[in-house]
């Protein structure tokens, strides 16, 4: 199947830990990205890679480390975990533009719960 | 900066009607992409339909459409003939265009859940 997959799907951890989320597509997209959601469902940008680099950064704690070894591969490292960063990740990626738009396709969500 | 306003936490419909969904936008560029995604209590994003600012006519995808109005920087998502697997939370979202540096992501509203009725 064609997809954004992402993993885990569940990460139940304490604070102060540190841990990684996963995430590859095989849609041959070229631009990756790290979306939070929150509590209360809002969805905010935290990164977006294009062909392996960095192009945006939000302002996201440097205890969020993002790794992308290939165009394929958008991986999520946090330090230091605090409570506050329980949520749902959202992975995602599209392709350069297009006449439909280019819509980001999703991954399935990490939820992140930090005790 | 972009802004996007959905204005309806909450939506009830009947099954078999048609329900409009409101978003408005904020921006200044000329060119931009909307674009709507539908979020099941399974938690999926699931893409539904895409508006480019210079697109003459409403998009439609199935039983969507978009209510594109310019004037009054609208996008209002119109769902017809509502099923019960249509009860989910819904996000208007928008894309500014590369040359004002952004880098292609999207900027989500708020939301609006939607409840249908049998």
């Known amino acids: 199947d064609t997809a954004v997959s992402q993993t885990p799907k569940y990460l139940v951890t304490q604070m102060g830990n540190d841990k990684s989320i996963k995430c590859e597509q095989n849609?041959?997209?070229?631009?990756m990205y790290w979306y939070k959601q929150d509590s209360k469902k809002f969805l905010k940008i935290m990164f977006s890679?294009?062909?392996?680099?960095?192009?945006i950064n939000e302002t996201v704690p440097n205890r969020f480390s993002p790794k992308s070894p290939d165009k394929a591969h958008l991986n999520l490292h946090i330090n230091s975990l605090e409570l506050g960063d329980s949520a749902v990740y959202f992975c995602?990626?599209?392709?350069?533009?297009?006449?439909?738009?280019?819509?980001?396709?999703f991954g399935n969500g990490t939820r992140l719960t930090v005790t | 900066a972009q802004k996007i306003t959905q204005t309806q936490p909450g939506m009830f419909v009947q099954e078999k009607e048609a329900v409009t969904l409101d978003c408005t936008y904020d921006t200044s560029d000329q060119s931009y992409g909307l674009f709507w995604y539908k979020q099941p209590s399974s938690g999926e994003m699931i893409f539904l339909i895409y508006?480019?600012?210079?697109?003459?006519q409403n998009a439609t995808e199935g039983r969507y459409s978009l209510n594109f109005q310019k004037a009054r920087k609208s996008a209002n998502l119109v769902i017809s003939a509502s099923q019960l697997g249509d009860s989910a939370m819904y996000f208007c979202?928008?894309?500014?265009?590369?040359?004002?540096?952004?880098?292609?992501?999207?900027?989500f509203g708020s939301g609006t859940q939607l409840t249908v009725l049998p």
């Open positions: 849609l041959g997209h070229d631009t």
């Open positions: 508006q480019g600012s210079y697109d003459e």
């Open positions: 979202a928008m894309r500014r265009p590369i040359s004002s540096g952004s880098a292609r992501q999207l900027t």
């Open positions: 890679y294009n062909n392996k680099e960095l192009i």
């Open positions: 995602a990626s599209s392709s350069p533009l297009s006449s439909r738009g280019s819509p980001l396709h």
